[in-house]
């Protein structure tokens, strides 16, 4: 694909460390292509059960393994990552396996997924520690006898309907903007 280098390379600035590129086309061909777009390793002529196999090696020695295909023979793989990432025109069964299904064949659409993906848990994370403290400072107010439980239960209630309205802006807009 034409954006596949740039892609690849917005990848590693997003934060991927290892970009691996498996295939089950020859060596010659696979060596070429990887070198073009700037991936980390290559392995050429897999079959399916190859694949899967190199994602349970990499899970066995702690790395969390982020697995893209759009074919018959990606489902094995799909299957054992700890997210299988399926193309939309791609098979139905690897659609089916995958735990998410990209709408579009450009590749920078997975650099989105992870934009997406942190942005919504730093807003998990923020939420959170609001929600937390918020309650924690109410109960203490409440205890100490600063604030009557009919004002706690107001004061939570609004926060709880401050947090959900907060939640629903969009993710984006909100992480490019810190």
């Not at 892609?7 to 970009?19: D, I, P, R, W």
């Not at 061909?29 to 079959?47: F, I, K, M, N």
């Not at 098979?91 to 942190?118: G, H, N, Q």
């Amino acid at each position: 694909r034409r954006e596949a280098k740039d892609a690849v390379k917005a990848l590693h600035e997003s934060g991927f460390t290892n970009v691996v590129m498996m295939t089950g086309d020859n060596r010659r061909t696979a060596e070429s292509v990887a070198a073009e777009v700037g991936v980390d390793a290559v392995y050429a002529e897999v079959l399916p059960e190859d694949k899967a196999a190199f994602i349970r090696q990499e899970k066995e020695k702690g790395h969390t393994v982020i697995m893209v295909g759009d074919g018959v023979n990606d489902s094995p793989a799909l299957s054992e990552a700890d997210a299988g990432i399926a193309i939309s025109t791609g098979a139905a069964i690897a659609r089916e396996i995958a735990d998410i299904t990209v709408a579009s064949e450009d590749l920078f659409e997975l650099v989105t997924l992870r934009k997406l993906s942190e942005a919504l848990m730093d807003r998990i994370h923020g939420s959170y520690r609001f929600i937390v403290a918020f309650n924690l400072s109410l109960i203490t107010l409440g205890v100490a006898g600063v604030l009557p439980p009919a004002i706690s239960a107001l004061l939570h209630n609004t926060s709880t309907l401050g947090i959900g309205l907060k939640n629903m802006t969009d993710l984006l807009e909100e992480h490019e903007g810190a």
